[in-house]
């Protein structure tokens, strides 16, 4: 699903603007209440979306349209946190051995302080987007080669972001879809357990006040992912290894999206094990062209994740990845497919909008038709 290549499919992107006319607003958000208010009025932590710095979004050409995209990320209450899309990963932090370049992670980083947005910060023990150097075939590295790559990387990033953070991805994607370790340098050299655990162990030491997280896809119904997971978390947690959090990505498709049990199951999975959960990554793509009924299984998409965040206890917070159409890496990665975020190329937003506030408001459907589920949080 996720291409090993999406680096250079990224180069080859030629993407139309993903419009459609869906008879709402402008999008102008100064006057109204923004979605991280809701969320704040919900009992959730935060309401954010990742950006990139303007160097390394999706697609060039589009300078005309950053004195509105700022606007919203920025200045609008929409969004109350923010993840760098790229700049802290791997390929960039560390692209040759020993030496780090936080150029574009701090861009963002910096942003997101002068605008009051809490920060998430991702990731640092990724298969992909890994320095090529690191994964080379020609490496070979050793057990202790490996483990002494592993620390001194995560050393250097968490200490330069130490105090940035609210939380860290310390682990991305290790896990394939039925539940065994994902097959990478990492896992081929050290073996899951114990690359997971001195990544973990590794970061406990660093940065005090962030909370460390796994991350991954997939992981919003349950399933042998899910199980996977939860065998992890209470792994570490036996071992008295610190992990605070499981961060569900929650890359989703339009057409065949999880129901609201199913998110609700998934997320209390991991919130029963006494972790917090949060919703990192959101976005529903659709096939293309966006049109009436795949816009409408997109708003039940947002719904139900969103609408499950707040359900259960534990869920602190939703991110979508990006909010606008034009800056979303599903055109690059998935081909035919799109529009898997709330604004479109011209700024005006999705049906999925309303879907979005509605959940924070207490307006989510249970799946048996008897009207809205209690909300525990929403204080009118
Ligand atoms: C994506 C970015 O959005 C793209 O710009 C980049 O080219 C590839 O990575 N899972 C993750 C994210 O954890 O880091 C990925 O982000 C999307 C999938």
């Known amino acids: 699903m996720h291409t090993k290549s999406l680096l250079s499919l990224l180069a080859l992107a030629s993407v139309p603007l993903a419009s459609a006319s869906n008879g709402k607003g402008s999008g102008k958000s100064c006057s109204h209440k923004g979605l991280d208010w809701y969320a704040k009025k919900a009992g959730l932590k935060y309401f954010g979306a990742a950006t990139d710095s303007p160097g390394q979004r999706e697609r060039a050409g589009l300078e005309s349209a950053y004195p509105k995209y700022d606007e919203i990320m920025w200045k609008s209450g929409e969004f109350g946190q923010t993840t760098p899309t790229n700049g802290q990963k791997w390929l960039f932090t560390e692209p040759t051995q020993g030496t780090f370049n936080f150029t574009e992670g701090d861009i963002v980083a910096s942003l997101a302080h002068q605008h009051h947005k809490l920060l998430r910060c991702h990731a640092l023990v990724w298969h992909s987007q890994l320095a090529p150097w690191v994964d080379s075939s020609s490496a070979n590295w050793t057990k202790d080669e490996l483990r002494s790559?592993?620390?001194?990387?995560?050393?250097?990033v968490m200490t330069h972001y130490k105090g940035q953070c609210y939380a860290w991805d310390v682990v991305n994607e290790a896990f394939n879809e039925d539940g065994t370790y994902r097959e990478s340098v990492f896992s081929t050299v050290l073996g899951g357990d114990e690359f997971i655990q001195l990544a973990f162990e590794t970061a406990s030491k660093l940065d005090p006040q962030a909370k460390l997280y796994?991350?991954?896809?997939?992981?919003?119904?349950?399933?042998?992912?899910?199980e996977a997971v939860r065998k992890l978390v209470r792994q570490l947690q036996n071992k008295k290894i610190k992990i605070d959090g499981v961060g569900l990505q929650a890359h989703l498709t339009a057409e065949s999206r999880p129901t609201l049990d199913e998110h609700v199951a998934a997320i209390k999975g991991f919130a029963e094990l006494g972790v917090e959960v949060a919703l990192t990554e959101l976005d529903v793509r659709l096939e293309m062209p966006a049109n009436a009924t795949n816009l409408a299984q997109q708003k039940e998409a947002y719904k139900n994740a969103v609408g499950a965040c707040v359900q259960v206890d534990g869920c602190i917070g939703v991110t979508i990845w990006d909010f606008y159409d034009p800056f979303s890496w599903v055109p690059a990665v998935f081909p035919g497919e799109g529009a898997a975020l709330l604004w479109f190329g011209d700024f005006s937003r999705h049906p999925a909008y309303e879907g979005v506030v509605e959940a924070l408001t207490n307006k989510t459907q249970g799946h048996n038709g008897k009207g809205?589920?209690?909300?525990?949080?929403?204080?009118a």
Do not use: C
């Not at 790559?149 to 250097?156: D, K, Y």
């Not at 991350?215 to 399933?223: G, H």
């Not at 809205?372 to 204080?379: A, F, I, N």
């Open 214 to 226: 796994y991350n991954d896809y997939n992981l919003e119904s349950p399933s042998a992912k899910t």
């Open 372 to 379: 809205p589920r209690g909300v525990k949080r929403w204080v």
């Open 149 to 156: 790559i592993i620390v001194s990387h995560i050393t250097n």
